[in-house]
């Protein structure tokens, strides 16, 4: 069970503008950086947005992050059939001796 | 560009001791943070925890009774030992680093090997 909470499923068709949520507490997103992960079908997991809102090089500027409070969003404009893959969103959580929190995941569907 | 690989069994008893690898190219084990993450069949990402170039560690509470995770600085190699093996630990184990952005910032990961707790 996680403690960052994000929807299990999200679609939209190729142009549209997706958001996909994830939501946490003041010991995890309210008071650390978030992180973004696309995994593809097969493949290992690859960082997609760090530190809320930080593209590393090579990711397409479609893709953008957010955050507000205890709740972090992931934004992808221009929906591409290739963005089709799980995200995961991800904090440092301070409870106890602190610990690396994943999200459950989002399956985005590209219709 | 740093590149990681694991290796180990990928098929292991129950109640065993399962042992994996990482080598890495590209970078030192002697900078930051050398993670183990792992996946069960069709679910999400669990931390498994990590080994600090310093020597310290930090573990999944979860896990943190079975775990072990250290580094070899001559070899360039990090390590994970999980004991007391049940079918839940099937998954693939992914070995990961992160830089000076903290250890939930994982910056590149292995392929990942899946491993099998069977009889």
């Known amino acids: 069970q996680s403690v960052l909470t994000q929807p299990p499923s999200a679609s939209g068709t190729p142009g549209q503008r997706v958001t996909i949520s994830c939501s946490g507490s003041t010991s995890n997103i309210g008071t650390n950086a978030v992180n973004w992960y696309q995994q593809l079908p097969g493949t290992a997991p690859k960082l997609l947005i760090y530190r809320s809102n930080q593209r590393p090089s090579g990711v397409p500027d479609r893709f953008s992050g957010s955050k507000s409070g205890t709740s972090a969003s992931l934004a992808i404009s221009g929906l591409q059939p290739e963005d089709e893959a799980v995200y995961y969103c991800a904090a440092w959580d301070d409870t106890l001796d602190g610990r690396v929190m994943f999200g459950g995941g989002t399956k985005l569907t590209v219709l | 560009q740093v590149q990681l690989q694991e290796s180990g069994p990928g098929l292991v008893k129950p109640s065993e001791t399962l042992s994996l690898t990482c080598t890495v190219s590209g970078d030192s084990v002697n900078t930051y943070y050398w993670s183990w993450i792992r996946q069960p069949p069709g679910k999400g990402l669990e931390w498994i925890g990590y080994f600090y170039y310093s020597g310290g560690t930090n573990y999944n509470p979860s896990l943190k009774s079975r775990v072990t995770i250290s580094g070899d600085t001559s070899k360039n190699q990090f390590s994970l030992t999980l004991n007391s093996l049940t079918a839940a630990d099937t998954g693939v184990y992914y070995c990961?680093?992160?830089?000076?952005?903290?250890?939930?910032?994982?910056?590149?990961w292995g392929q990942g090997t899946p491993v099998t707790v069977s009889s």
């Open positions: 990961a680093t992160s830089g000076i952005m903290g250890p939930s910032t994982i910056e590149s």
